[in-house]
């Protein structure tokens, strides 16, 4: 799913808020020729600090005609979360004293979690820091001691009884789970809209599993607990509004998280199945996921058979990583490292590195015509010349993902340097052009240490190889017959591809694709991009 901007705008904070029963019940270099060879070195791993280069973070911010000043929470000047409070008026100092112990907990939490937004960058790329907009309002608005609505530009409107919220015995509670939920929303907002019941469902649960993973337990200010005849009753009833449109509305019907029951359990319920059934996901690395996604756990439990093992469908062939070691890493790294899908799904994910180039174009073309999603793993170094055919391939839903700055063997590198100079710089690049910064990463050559491997997993990056090779980066054995061979003599279940868009002349590759396409779907095949395919999110 590409990047789209679902925030709300508009000129007046009544029309721009949204009320309670919607909002808070959602938790919600040069050409390389060849593709896959390459010698292997080892270097030491060393791992450096960070320096957040936070742009001049705004004094005042105008909002509906209002105007906001910055409260500086101190020590925290460079947070990714700033706050803001109306300027003619002053912030209770418990409130603010509450702020000043929660926002860095917050904050902390998001950093480490990976969250894009939060991260440590280089000084080139603007942290996009949220902007907490605290509106104190009277109980004759009828919203409530607590609310929330999302305006442009990374600003989350927090609208509080100021009497009936300080009076609470559990307010820092309240405010931690509360304020967690709605940044990490507002997150899952830039990428899948909230447009009906059963999104809102999925975006509470992914929330509330994210926040009874981060948060402390007293902290935490809502339930799941549910009887089995009662979770029947309701997944019965959603399946039925989504079928014949009887209105579900009614399991959203109080303001808080903490306050609601049956819609916390079912959401809760469809993401742990989703979580059981796709290794590697959780709710760090899932928010952007499209609800269908989660759809098959109306019908129940998962009870799907996982495969035993993974494994290359080619064989060896000189001055290539070994088909044996691809297999051992991925053993080794359930979840963090693919080299194929791990369900028994009739499904395929094309994939292809290096560029984009000039055949990217033609490759997109028939992907379109075909109506095929894909994946790319581009270098960050090529960014820039083709932002066009970038933007896109984000717009028909391909996946584009890290093939390092320039296609450097990373085996020379230890891993923090393999992050800092391949890694992270094509991840800022993509966030500088694009507002994207991917999760992916196929090492050149299909070369990567052990330990890479791990450090990448901390940094919230998933390792992508593959279990059919195209041969197309073999200037040998890349007719277009031969492509064409690879691919279709290789079948099986959740397959990913290693195809190349740049490199050398990829126009075997391009011309082999409609066969290819043509052959899976004549056995019922499903072309779909990588995320889909594992159930994470590519992006940040």
């Not at 960050?380 to 700055?405: D, F, K, M, P």
Request: hydrophobic letters at 40%; glycine letters at 6%; proline letters at 3%.
């Amino acid at each position: 799913m590409g990047f789209r901007n679902r925030f709300f705008q508009s000129d007046k904070l009544a029309s721009l808020a949204r009320p309670c029963l919607l909002v808070l019940s959602v938790l919600l270099s040069s050409l390389v020729l060849v593709g896959c060879e390459g010698a292997s070195s080892t270097s030491t791993d060393e791992i450096t600090e960070g320096i957040v280069n936070q742009p001049t973070i705004a004094e005042s911010v105008n909002f509906t005609d209002n105007s906001y000043k910055l409260i500086t929470l101190t020590g925290y000047e460079q947070s990714a979360l700033q706050v803001y409070w109306p300027t003619d008026s002053v912030m209770p100092v418990i409130l603010q004293a509450d702020l000043q112990l929660l926002i860095p907990q917050i904050n902390t939490i998001f950093r480490q979690q990976n969250f894009a937004f939060s991260q440590l960058t280089k000084e080139a790329v603007a942290l996009r820091y949220k902007k907490l907009i605290f509106n104190p309002i009277t109980p004759a608005t009828g919203v409530g001691k607590l609310d929330f609505s999302f305006a442009s530009d990374g600003k989350i409107i927090v609208m509080l009884d100021v009497d009936a919220l300080l009076g609470d015995d559990n307010t820092k509670a309240l405010l931690s789970s509360e304020l967690t939920q709605i940044i990490y929303q507002s997150e899952r907002l830039n990428y899948q809209s909230e447009s009906s019941v059963f999104d809102r469902l999925v975006s509470r649960g992914l929330a509330l599993h994210f926040l009874k993973k981060n948060l402390p337990a007293n902290e935490i200010t809502f339930s799941v607990d549910i009887e089995e005849s009662e979770l029947s009753t309701v997944l019965a009833q959603v399946k039925s509004g989504l079928v014949d449109g009887v209105l579900i509305e009614n399991l959203f019907t109080q303001n808080l998280l903490s306050e609601q029951g049956k819609a916390n359990a079912l959401g809760y319920y469809l993401v742990r199945q989703h979580f059981s059934y796709y290794s590697g996901s959780n709710a760090s690395n899932s928010f952007s996921l499209a609800s269908r996604l989660f759809l098959p756990w109306l019908e129940g439990e998962n009870s799907a058979t996982r495969k035993t093992d993974q494994y290359v469908r080619t064989g060896n062939v000189a001055e290539q990583i070994s088909v044996e070691a691809l297999a051992r890493q991925a053993s080794l790294y359930l979840g963090s490292y693919f080299i194929e899908g791990l369900n028994h799904e009739k499904l395929i994910a094309l994939t292809f590195d290096d560029g984009p180039s000039q055949y990217t174009t033609q490759i997109l073309d028939v992907l379109a015509q075909a109506q095929v999603p894909a994946s790319f793993f581009w270098q960050g170094q090529n960014l820039a010349n083709y932002q066009g055919v970038v933007e896109r391939s984000i717009a028909a839903g391909h996946t584009v993902a890290n093939h390092s700055w320039d296609h450097a063997n990373g085996m020379s590198y230890s891993s923090d340097e393999l992050w800092q100079q391949q890694v992270v710089t094509t991840n800022d690049e993509f966030k500088q052009l694009f507002n994207i910064s991917p999760r992916f990463y196929r090492p050149p050559y299909g070369e990567i240490s052990d330990q890479q491997i791990e450090y990448l997993a901390s940094k919230g990056m998933k390792v992508m190889l593959w279990s059919v090779d195209s041969r197309d980066w073999n200037p040998e054995l890349n007719s277009i017959d031969k492509i064409e061979s690879e691919l279709i003599n290789n079948q099986h279940e959740e397959v990913i591809t290693l195809m190349h868009d740049a490199g050398g002349n990829r126009q075997n590759t391009v011309d082999a694709l409609p066969a290819i396409i043509a052959h899976y779907k004549s056995q019922g095949y499903r072309f779909v991009n990588l995320e889909t395919l594992l159930g994470i999110s590519d992006k940040h």
